[in-house]
């Protein structure tokens, strides 16, 4: 649990610190800056795979699912700045085996992602959330970002994206499946 008051005492003391006089604007800062990092940090306070434990009876052949075009925000462990970016998860479920709606993809990805985090291993948290609870034929998740760290301070890159994928399974690659999941995820981030 995030204790809201020494998190707000901790920001008072850093923009002292940093000489911000403390104003109208600036007065009630310390705690919306403790709120609003309790929410990009929400992240801990559960355990994201879990959400893939509602199954359905799938199909006898589901055949690929592919969940494209989702927004993810996380924030980068090493200097405390945003990412920001699209995500695609997808799965082969075996013959028979049960599926999960297409929402949980989504809630799992955004669960790792409300950490601190490094973008390649948000992916490989999701892919082996699913490896774990599903026992996919293959899983996928494909990130394209753009990382804070990058574009508003160091090298002040403001257009560079950084895409990375994890894969587990039996997709190799050039797999068809890993093929066409990242032609979708390359048709969203045109």
Known sequence: MIDIDKVASSVSD???ALGVERDSHTYDTPRRV??????????YDTDPAMHLDATFTGPSDPGLVVLSGIRLTSTCAHHLLPITGTSTVAYRPRPGAPIVGLSKLARVLHGYARRLQVQE???YQVVEAIRQKLDPVGAACIITAE??????????????L?????AVGEWEPGHADLQAILAEHAARNV
């Open 34 to 43: 403790a709120e609003a990092w309790a929410e990009c940090l929400a992240g």
């Open 14 to 16: 850093l923009l002292l």
């Open 147 to 160: 990382h804070g760290c990058i574009s508003t301070r160091g090298v002040l890159e403001h257009s560079v």
């Open 162 to 166: 950084t895409t990375t994928q994890a």
């Open 121 to 123: 291993h948000i992916g």
